[in-house]
């Protein structure tokens, strides 16, 4: 089992930047890959960024350029820089560990980007 616990949401003007975090606490931190997922109000949920166990890194198209996913195994967490956000960007953050037939959420948090 793996628990996993994201922070730092909130409100934020366009063009203002946030950093996520998710601590994951239960299980090997270093051998999931971990994904930034966002739902906004009447959307399917999508993958955002992805950093696999190895630092492989992938982002959506969206927020290429824009978004940096990072990792530190000795602290358990995953971070999701977010820069020149858009009022699009709104959205509920989660937190998702990942390894064959093994998949965990974090309950999520908001982002709001609006003046």
């Known amino acids: 089992q793996v628990q996993l616990v994201e922070s730092g949401g909130g409100l934020v003007q366009p063009g203002g930047s946030l950093r996520l975090s998710c601590v994951a606490s239960g299980s090997i931190f270093s051998i999931y890959s971990m994904c930034w997922y966002r739902q906004a109000p009447g959307k399917q949920r999508e993958a955002v960024a992805t950093i696999t166990s190895g630092g492989v890194t992938n982002y959506a198209d969206s927020v290429k350029g824009r978004f940096t996913i990072s990792r530190d195994n000795a602290k358990n967490t995953v971070y999701l820089q977010m820069n020149s956000l858009k009022p699009e960007d709104t959205a509920v953050y989660y937190c998702?560990?990942?390894?064959?037939?093994?998949?965990?959420w974090g309950q999520g948090t908001q982002v709001t980007v609006s003046s």
């Open positions: 998702n560990a990942a390894r064959p037939l093994r998949s965990y």
